[in-house]
């Protein structure tokens, strides 16, 4: 877990920024599930064989005579649960829907992974139009060009269906079996509770094993492989790089069809930014009415970790450009006044903080280390004649004296 320092903060107000407008311009709106969910909904929709429980990455509290409740491990389970409850379905289909908060998962830790962390997700459900996939694709590919990456493309793939996934899987078991004594053992147990997550495999020599190994793309059934031949034509006609990598796989049971990852240069090893894909039988597997869909989740310190790597800098956070100072007493009491007023106006205004007495040189250097555009000075005599004195700190204009009653137009001119 990390803490999220202001240095830090102006990366993830870019990139909220930029998600949230790109989430409007595709006609998106914004739902937040809770945080907590029943275990039993990600039992049900995750599934048991995926990583979330065989690695026991979940954080899971039993309570004595309550049903076991889970801090959520991703969105996609809670976005489908809550559109089954809430009644969504009976709204112009499809539902378009995005939101941007924290998940929890006990994690081996590394570069850019955190126990808690959180991502911007976006699903679009109740619709099988391939073209529903481009669409996801597409506000993940504008989320990275808008930020500034480089090199970016898809890496694709479908996973069949339960109508043809089936038979793929074991002509990969048939392949493997001949292939068992190069095998890890954490491959072996792989082939055990999900075969397909072998072509993930990390291991040693696995990229060599598995180069022979049968594509699912060969083995697709009709419905499968026309949705895959219309997503990539789709993609052909936008102009949108794509690569067929045939050992993509996504880690949780519930994905079929589409699964993709963005890709990006100059971002070190990791070249995955985000990933995603369709789930057709999600909302079956959770006792709801059938209801496909489609979405992907980026985890936003994933991607400020990938902008630093590649040396992207945020826009230079807004500071208040008007810096008040005083020398105590009533000029400090004028100089709180006076604060309020600018900022009730919209003018970012600090003012000096000083409990006893503190030097006007002081006050100065501070005002230059905020890097304010303006110092006003308030002494006694401004005090007795209703004005005060503006200090330029950007320039070399001279300073100037302007009546109290004026302060706001002036300001409000000038830093126009």
Same mark, same amino acid.
């Given at each position: 877990?990390?803490?999220?320092?202001?240095?830090?903060?102006?990366?993830?107000?870019?990139?909220?920024?930029?998600?949230?407008?790109?989430?409007?311009?595709?006609?998106?709106?914004?739902?937040?599930?809770?945080?907590?969910?029943?275990?039993?909904?990600?039992?049900?929709?995750?599934?048991?064989?995926?990583?979330?429980?065989?690695?026991?990455?979940?954080?899971?509290?039993?309570?004595?005579?309550?049903?076991?409740?889970?801090?959520?491990?991703?969105?996609?389970?809670?976005?489908?649960?809550?559109?089954?409850?809430?009644?969504?379905?009976?709204?112009?289909?499809?539902?378009?829907?995005?939101?941007?908060?924290?998940?929890?998962?006990?994690?081996?830790?590394?570069?850019?992974?955190?126990?808690?962390?959180?991502?911007?997700?976006?699903?679009?459900?109740?619709?099988?139009?391939?073209? !529903? @996939? &481009?669409?996801?694709?597409? #506000?993940?590919?504008?989320?990275? %060009?808008? /930020?500034?990456? *480089?090199?970016?493309?898809?890496?694709?793939?479908?996973?069949?269906?339960?109508?043809?996934?089936?038979?793929?899987?074991?002509?990969?078991?048939?392949?493997?079996?001949?292939?068992?004594?190069?095998? !890890? @053992? &954490?491959?072996?147990?792989? #082939?055990?509770?999900?075969?397909? %997550?072998? /072509?993930?495999? *990390?291991?040693?020599?696995?990229?060599?094993?598995?180069?022979?190994?049968?594509?699912?793309?060969?083995?697709?059934?009709?419905?499968?492989?026309?949705?895959?031949?219309?997503?990539?034509?789709?993609?052909? @006609?936008?102009?949108?790089?794509?690569?067929?990598?045939?050992?993509?796989?996504?880690?949780?049971?519930?994905?079929?069809?589409?699964?993709?990852?963005?890709?990006?240069?100059?971002?070190?090893?990791?070249?995955?930014?985000?990933?995603?894909?369709?789930?057709?039988?999600?909302?079956?597997?959770?006792?709801?009415?059938?209801?496909?869909?489609?979405?992907?989740?980026?985890?936003?310190?994933?991607?400020?970790?990938?902008?630093?790597?590649?040396?992207?800098?945020?826009?230079?956070?807004?500071?208040?450009?008007?810096?008040?100072?005083?020398?105590?007493?009533?000029?400090?009491?004028?100089?709180?006044?006076?604060?309020?007023?600018?900022?009730?106006?919209?003018?970012?205004?600090?003012?000096?903080?000083?409990?006893?007495?503190?030097?006007?040189?002081?006050?100065?250097?501070?005002?230059?280390?905020?890097?304010?555009?303006?110092?006003?000075?308030?002494?006694?005599?401004?005090?007795?004649?209703?004005?005060?004195?503006?200090?330029?700190?950007?320039?070399?204009?001279?300073?100037?004296?302007?009546?109290?009653?004026?302060?706001?137009?002036?300001?409000?001119?000038?830093?126009?």
């Amino acid at each position: 877990m990390q803490d999220v320092l202001p240095a830090d903060r102006h990366y993830w107000d870019m990139i909220v920024e930029q998600a949230t407008a790109l989430a409007q311009r595709y006609g998106l709106e914004r739902l937040d599930p809770p945080i907590i969910e029943y275990t039993d909904l990600f039992e049900r929709g995750v599934g048991t064989a995926s990583d979330f429980f065989v690695k026991k990455e979940m954080y899971t509290i039993e309570e004595e005579d309550e049903a076991s409740i889970t801090l959520r491990p991703e969105f996609t389970a809670g976005f489908v649960r809550a559109y089954i409850e809430n009644g969504l379905f009976n709204q112009t289909q499809p539902v378009r829907l995005y939101t941007i908060g924290p998940v929890f998962r006990r994690e081996r830790p590394q570069a850019g992974r955190f126990r808690q962390h959180s991502q911007f997700n976006v699903e679009i459900l109740g619709e099988t139009d391939p073209i !529903a @996939d &481009v669409e996801v694709m597409l #506000i993940a590919m504008d989320l990275y %060009r808008s /930020l500034g990456f *480089k090199g970016l493309e898809f890496q694709l793939n479908s996973t069949g269906c339960p109508e043809c996934k089936p038979a793929y899987v074991e002509k990969l078991k048939e392949y493997l079996a001949h292939h068992e004594e190069q095998l !890890a @053992d &954490v491959d072996k147990e792989r #082939i055990k509770r999900n075969a397909l %997550r072998v /072509l993930d495999s *990390k291991e040693p020599g696995m990229d060599q094993l598995l180069a022979g190994a049968p594509h699912i793309a060969d083995h697709l059934c009709a419905d499968c492989d026309d949705h895959f031949a219309e997503l990539r034509r789709t993609l052909d @006609d936008l102009d949108q790089p794509y690569t067929i990598n045939f050992r993509l796989v996504r880690g949780i049971d519930y994905y079929t069809k589409t699964v993709f990852e963005v890709w990006a240069e100059g971002i070190g090893a990791q070249a995955a930014v985000c990933g995603g894909g369709r789930y057709d039988g999600l909302a079956e597997a959770i006792g709801g009415p059938a209801t496909p869909g489609v979405g992907f989740g980026s985890g936003i310190e994933r991607i400020v970790l990938a902008l630093k790597e590649a040396g992207v800098a945020p826009p230079a956070a807004p500071v208040p450009p008007v810096f008040i100072t005083h020398f105590g007493g009533e000029t400090k009491a004028a100089a709180v006044r006076l604060a309020t007023q600018l900022r009730r106006a919209g003018i970012g205004t600090l003012v000096a903080f000083a409990r006893g007495k503190r030097s006007m040189k002081s006050q100065m250097r501070e005002a230059n280390r905020r890097h304010a555009e303006y110092a006003i000075i308030i002494g006694e005599s401004e005090l007795v004649e209703g004005a005060v004195m503006i200090r330029p700190l950007r320039s070399d204009d001279p300073q100037t004296q302007v009546p109290l009653s004026q302060i706001v137009d002036w300001l409000q001119q000038e830093l126009q």
